[in-house]
C-alpha cells in the first residue's frame, strides 16, 4: 500500500501561538475561512495532516518540522508579527530548510509586491503598463510632469487592495499631494501613483511551474456605479458586502469574449507569470481598454484559496473539484526545484 502524503499546513496568527494550538475556535470564523476549506480538503483526500499557526516565533517551524518530518508544507503563512511584508522571509526559511512547499518562491513574491518593479520588468518586455511613479517616503513630492491625470495613488507594496478608497482616485495637483501626504503617514508606505485606466477588471488565474494552465477569466463588473464615476477595485469595493451591494458590484465569468482576445490574454498572462518568476499559482489583475488593450495592473502570487474566492472558482469553472485543485497545488509544489 502507497504510503499516505504527511502535509503541514503552515497558517499565519494575529497573538503568539504555542506549538499545539486549539484553532478549532478561529476556524469557524470567516477570517480563517480558506485555512478551513483547506483542511477538510486535506482530509478528504486522506492526507496525514498537522497545522501550525505562527505568530512571531519561528522556532516553532524548526520543532514541527523535526517532530512531524512533514513530505511537504502547505503554506498559507503571508504575514508574520501581523506585517505583510514578511511573507517572502518565511518562504526564504522554507527554502532553505529544504522541505517542499506549495505555491510561490521568495523571488516571485518579492518582484509581484513591489508594483514599482513588476511594472519595470513588464514595461521592460512592452507588456502594456500605466505610466507611473514611485515615490518615496522622505522626499519631496513635487509637481508631476508624467503620469498625467486622472491618477491612482496607492501604497507601492500592499495587497488586497489595502490603502486603496475613492481616495486614491485623484484628479488635481493639490488631491495627489494630499493623498500621497495621507500614505506616507497613515500606512508608513512608499506610494505608486499610476495613470488610471479606463477599462474592463479581469483577473486572470493561472498555475503550473514550467507548463502552466490559465483557468477561465474572472470580471469584476461596477454594476450601479455612475458613468462618469471611476471604476477601482477599492478595499471596500473587494471585501464590504454592503458596500458591493449598494453599487452593484459582482464578480462573474464574462461572456461573448471574442476568443481569438481570450487567447492573447492568457498569453499575455504567461508571459507575465514567467517574467516575475512566480510559482504555484497566481492572479493576474488586468484592464482591457474599449480598444482590447491589455494593461498590466498587479500579480497576485498565493492569492486567497478559499472556495468561493476567485482563483477556486476559476478552477471549478475548468472542472476542477476544490480538493483536485488542494491536490495538485499539493502535487506542484513538491516538483518545484527551489533554491
Known amino acids: ?10 497558517f499565519d496568527a494575529v497573538r503568539p501561538t504555542t506549538i499545539d494550538q486549539d484553532l478549532s475556535a478561529e476556524m469557524k470564523t470567516e477570517d480563517w475561512k480558506t485555512e478551513a476549506n483547506v483542511l477538510t480538503a486535506l482530509g478528504e483526500l486522506g492526507y496525514t495532516t498537522e ?3 505562527i505568530f512571531d516565533n519561528l522556532d516553532l517551524v524548526r520543532q514541527k518540522l523535526e517532530s512531524f518530518a512533514p513530505d511537504v508544507i502547505f503554506n498559507l503563512a503571508d ?3 501581523n506585517n505583510r511584508g514578511f511573507d517572502q ?4 526559511l522554507l527554502e532553505m530548510q529544504g522541505v517542499p512547499f506549495t505555491g510561490c518562491g521568495a523571488t516571485g513574491l518579492v518582484l509581484c509586491k513591489h508594483k514599482g518593479i513588476s511594472k519595470k520588468i513588464l514595461g521592460y518586455h512592452h507588456i502594456h503598463v500605466p505610466n507611473f511613479v514611485v515615490i518615496p517616503r522622505g522626499q519631496r513630492i513635487a509637481r508631476l510632469k508624467r503620469p498625467k491625470f486622472p491618477i491612482l495613488v496607492k501604497p507601492v507594496k500592499e495587497e488586497a487592495s489595502y490603502g486603496i478608497s475613492q481616495a486614491s482616485f485623484v484628479t488635481t495637483d ?5 493623498r500621497v501626504a495621507f500614505i506616507h503617514e497613515k500606512h508608513d508606505a512608499d506610494v505608486i501613483a499610476e495613470e488610471y485606466i479606463e477599462g474592463r477588471e479581469f483577473y486572470v488565474s493561472v498555475m503550473g511551474t514550467l507548463k502552466l494552465t490559465v483557468f477561465p477569466m474572472r470580471e469584476l463588473v461596477f454594476g450601479e456605479v455612475p458613468p462618469n464615476e471611476p471604476k477601482i477595485a477599492t478595499y471596500r469595493a473587494k471585501w464590504d458586502e ?3 451591494k449598494r453599487w452593484g458590484l459582482q464578480n462573474r465569468f ?3 469574449l471574442d476568443p481569438a482576445l481570450v487567447a492573447n490574454i492568457e498569453e499575455t498572462c504567461k508571459r507575465i507569470y514567467r517574467l516575475l518568476t512566480i510559482e504555484g499559482y497566481a492572479r493576474i489583475d488586468l484592464r482591457l481598454t474599449a480598444a482590447n488593450e491589455i494593461y498590466f495592473i498587479e500579480a497576485n502570487p498565493n492569492p486567497i484559496l478559499a472556495a468561493d474566492e476567485d482563483f477556486a472558482q476559476s478552477a471549478g469553472q475548468a472542472g476542477l473539484s476544490y480538493p483536485q485543485l488542494i ?11 527551489r533554491g
Open 1 to 10: 500500500m502507497k504510503k499516505k502524503l504527511k502535509v503541514l499546513a503552515l
Open 51 to 53: 497545522h501550525l499557526a
Open 79 to 81: 504575514q508574520f508579527k
Open 89 to 92: 522571509h518565511i518562504v526564504s
Open 174 to 178: 493639490e488631491q495627489f499631494k494630499e
Open 242 to 244: 454592503e458596500y458591493r
Open 254 to 256: 464574462p461572456e461573448g
Open 327 to 337: 491536490d495538485r497545488i499539493i502535487r506542484q509544489g513538491m516538483k518545484t526545484v
